[in-house]
C-alpha cells in the first residue's frame, strides 16, 4: 500500500492540529490566543484560509489570507531569486609555449572579456613532441598571462602539469 502523499509548506486550514493558535487577522492585526477551532470559524466568515505561518512558536501564530494566492507569490519569489543568481562557467583557453605575439594578444582579450562577465578562465598550455623537453618556455607564457591577467583577475589554481599539458585557473577579482 502507498504512503499518503506528503505535503510541503505550511499547514492550512483542518491540517492545523493545535488547541491553541495566536491568530494575525486579514488586515495584518493581532487578534491575541484563541482556540484553532475559533480562528477557522473566523477565515470561514470572512471566506480565506487559515494558514500556520509560525509552528514552532507556543502557541503556533496562524493568520487569515488567501492561499491561493499565497503560494502565488511564494512563486514569484523563488522565480524572481531564480533570476538573480549568475551562473559561473569555466572558459577554456587553449595557448601553445611558441605562441605568437598577435594570437596572444588575441587569447589575451577573450581571456579578459570572460572575466568581465564573471566567469572563471582556464588556460591549457599544450606541449607537442620535443616541446616536453623545454616546459620552462611554457611557465613563462603562463607567467606572463598570470601578470597581465592580474588587476582584473587573481590565480585560482597556480600552473601544473596534466599528462602533456600545463593547467591554470583564473577567477575574477
Do not use: C, W
Not at 598550455?125 to 611557465?139: D, K, N, S, T
Amino acid at each position: 500500500m502507498p504512503a499518503p502523499p506528503t505535503r510541503d509548506g505550511p499547514r492550512v486550514n483542518e491540517e492545523i492540529r493545535a488547541p491553541q493558535v495566536r491568530l494575525i487577522d486579514q488586515d495584518g492585526e493581532m487578534q491575541g490566543v484563541m482556540s484553532a477551532r475559533d480562528a477557522m470559524y473566523r477565515a470561514q466568515q470572512v471566506g480565506l484560509d487559515l494558514l500556520e505561518i509560525s509552528p514552532n512558536a507556543s502557541p503556533p501564530v496562524v493568520k487569515i489570507l488567501d492561499f491561493g494566492k499565497y503560494k502565488y507569490e511564494q512563486q514569484k519569489k523563488k522565480n524572481e531569486a531564480k533570476k538573480k543568481q549568475k551562473v559561473i562557467e569555466i572558459k577554456e583557453i587553449k595557448v601553445r609555449p611558441n605562441i605568437d605575439e598577435n594570437d596572444y594578444q588575441v587569447k589575451l582579450r577573450a581571456m579578459k572579456s570572460f572575466i568581465e562577465e564573471g566567469d572563471k578562465v582556464k588556460v591549457t598550455l599544450r606541449f607537442r613532441g620535443r616541446e616536453m623537453a623545454h616546459q620552462e618556455i611554457g611557465v613563462r607564457v603562463l607567467e606572463r598571462i598570470k601578470n597581465e591577467m592580474d588587476p582584473t583577475s587573481k590565480v585560482e589554481q597556480m600552473p601544473r602539469m596534466e599528462n602533456r599539458q600545463m593547467v591554470m585557473v583564473l577567477t575574477p577579482r
